[in-house]
């Protein structure tokens, strides 16, 4: 009897100590070693890959947001604010003012098929937008100048990227807005188009934030001349 008990007591023991070590290790150590080599060598994508504009943090480079207008007494659906480059449909994200702050919600995709007659409505709704957001005087867009990610949303919803074809297709109607010459603008959405990583990973695109920044800089210097 005595022995079956010094020899539970060993192992409860031996138990307790391996947990308190475990415990140490990996809930203590090993994160904290994670941690100061990711701030050491990442710092920006350990920090959540943060976007700052005028000193304050407005977003991260890595979740979409939307520009849209404050919401008129019972509207459900606010309108796009379009001052701003406009970003890929989606769900799951707050709404945005004029200043670039985002609020996030819900992450995930309608998971309807291709064929699916709601989805279809949306789309032919979405590039009727487009078009008609986006046609100035003596520019008008036509339906088949609408790029796929202009009507569509990503798998996460929070893409913060368009495709340079889109970009291109909203540089009038921005410059008309803000009342810039095209060709500024043209340049702004040149400057902030990056290519296919590694050369030959994912398809060209423009960060929506970080262009929206840089618009606002431009704006903010043409206002001041």
């Known amino acids: 009897m005595n022995t079956s008990l010094t020899n539970a007591a060993r192992l409860f ?9 475990l415990t140490v290790v990996t809930g203590i150590v090993y994160p904290l070693v994670v941690t100061g080599v990711a701030q050491g060598l990442f710092p920006g994508k350990a920090n959540g890959s943060e ?18 207008l404050p919401p ?10 379009l001052k701003w480059f406009q970003g890929r449909p989606r769900n799951g994200l707050g709404t945005n003012t004029v200043n670039p702050q985002y609020d996030l919600i819900l992450s995930g995709a309608t ?3 291709a064929d699916n007659p709601e989805l279809l409505r949306w789309v ?6 487009v078009v008609k957001d986006n046609s100035v005087p003596g ?16 798998g996460s919803g ?6 340079p074809e889109y970009a291109d297709l909203q540089v009038r109607r921005v410059a008309e807005r803000n009342g810039l010459p095209v060709a500024r603008v043209q340049r702004l959405v040149d400057t902030h188009t990056t290519g296919r990583t590694l050369g030959f990973i994912g398809e060209p695109r423009v960060n929506v934030l970080e262009l929206n920044i840089a618009l606002k800089d ?6 001041g001349h």
């Open 13 to 21: 023991a031996a138990g307790l100590r391996a947990l308190l070590v």
């Open 51 to 68: 976007v700052k504009a005028d000193g304050k943090v407005v977003g991260s480079s890595l979740i979409g947001q939307s520009y849209h």
């Open 158 to 163: 929070l893409d913060p990227h368009i495709s």
């Open 111 to 113: 998971n309807r098929a």
């Open 139 to 154: 520019h008008p867009v036509k339906p088949s100048d609408v790029p796929a990610d202009a009507v569509t949303s990503s």
């Open 218 to 223: 431009l704006k903010g210097g043409t206002a």
């Open 72 to 81: 008129k007494e019972g509207q459900e659906t606010p309108e796009p604010d």
């Open 124 to 129: 032919k709704d979405a590039k009727a937008a």
